[in-house]
């Protein structure tokens, strides 16, 4: 079975009431829009960073520009974290939106029928492994063919 | 797997099975209806990313750190690729359940003999797309693997 679709807490969700079931998707809305909000202010942060880099480059200021890219280096850190709650609170919320519609099934039927149906993010249940997956497939520098 | 829900449903009074039938395509009505929503969102987010990726190039032909502005925009943008092809996936699975419900009551109502080949045979016409083209079936299947084994672990687990 998918990881995400046995766990407990996921399960249970199809079972509560109504008043519980947007209880806990307020909940989960607040936490996306404050993950969604301190991710794109960390990304604007690193972005600015390396617009101020190139032009200090283009100036000739190298030591500046060096410093403006280790500000950059330093937001890529430390939005990583920040990217993987986002992303694992995304799925949830966008699970329990989808859970909530009339009719909803778990996939039980069709992962019995074909083992190698493919449920992306949802077959990852650790935080250390979606951050690896996001690591390797969310990260475009190695496709740029930037070493940083 | 699914004969004892084609055993269920030949027990099923027909008035029974014209309204579960009724319900299973509502279902199905619905769920098309969000997978295809979420394929737009897909499609849009597709092209934003090779949008991206062109302006990306192109800058690194003349400042590496502008480049790395763009792709920081790229990196968000894959990460919602990545959830939205996730949740795609649910809608799909959804959608397959409902048209083979409606499948299953039809032939029981028209009297067809349950055929396990059938219902299997379905599965990869619904699925060979999301088999092939998508997440796991990128390097991001192999790294699955390569993480499951090392954790030692199977299912199970809150994911939050």
Redesign the interface.
């Known amino acids: 079975m998918i990881s995400w679709f046995s766990s407990s807490r996921i399960r249970s969700y199809v079972k509560l009431s109504t008043r519980k079931q947007n209880k806990m998707k307020q909940e989960i809305d607040q936490r996306y829009a404050q993950q969604r909000s301190t991710l794109d202010s960390r990304l604007s942060y690193a972005r600015d960073c390396a617009r101020k880099a190139d032009r200090l480059m283009s100036r000739g200021k190298t030591e500046k520009a060096k410093e403006e890219l280790n500000s950059f280096k330093l937001e890529l850190a430390s939005s990583q974290p920040v990217l993987n709650a986002y992303v694992s609170t995304a799925l949830e919320k966008q699970l329990l939106e989808v859970m909530s519609m009339e009719g909803f099934e778990f996939p039980d039927l069709l992962t019995e029928l074909r083992s190698d149906v493919d449920f992306g993010l949802f077959s990852v249940n650790a935080t250390d492994q979606l951050d690896a997956v996001l690591q390797a497939e969310a990260n475009p520098f190695e496709e740029l063919g930037i070493e940083l | 797997?699914?004969r004892p829900i084609y055993e269920r449903l030949a027990k099923t009074p027909k008035r029974k099975l014209d309204k579960l039938e009724y319900?299973?395509q509502?279902?199905l009505t619905?769920?098309s209806n969000?997978k295809e929503g979420k394929l737009n969102e897909t499609q849009e987010l597709d092209r934003r990313l090779d949008k991206l990726?062109t302006k990306?190039?192109k800058e690194?032909e003349s400042?590496?750190?502008?480049?790395?502005?763009?792709?920081?925009?790229?990196?968000?943008v894959?990460?919602?690729l990545?959830?939205a092809?996730?949740?795609l996936?649910?809608?799909r699975?959804?959608q397959?359940?409902?048209r083979?419900m409606v499948m299953l009551i039809q032939d029981v109502k028209a009297g067809v003999e349950y055929d396990p080949d059938r219902?299997?045979n379905l599965?990869?016409m619904e699925?060979s797309e999301?088999?092939e083209g998508?997440?796991?079936?990128?390097?991001?299947?192999d790294?699955?693997g390569d993480?499951g084994s090392e954790?030692g672990?199977g299912?199970?687990?809150?994911?939050?």
């Open positions: 797997m699914s319900q299973h509502q279902h619905r769920f969000a990726r990306a190039t690194l400042s590496v750190p502008r480049s790395l502005g763009t792709a920081m925009e790229m990196r968000h894959k990460a919602d990545l959830i092809k996730s949740v996936a649910v809608l699975s959804n397959f359940y409902h083979m219902i299997e599965v990869p699925f999301l088999v998508s997440v796991l079936s990128s390097n991001l299947g790294l699955l993480l954790a672990t299912d199970g687990g809150d994911p939050t």
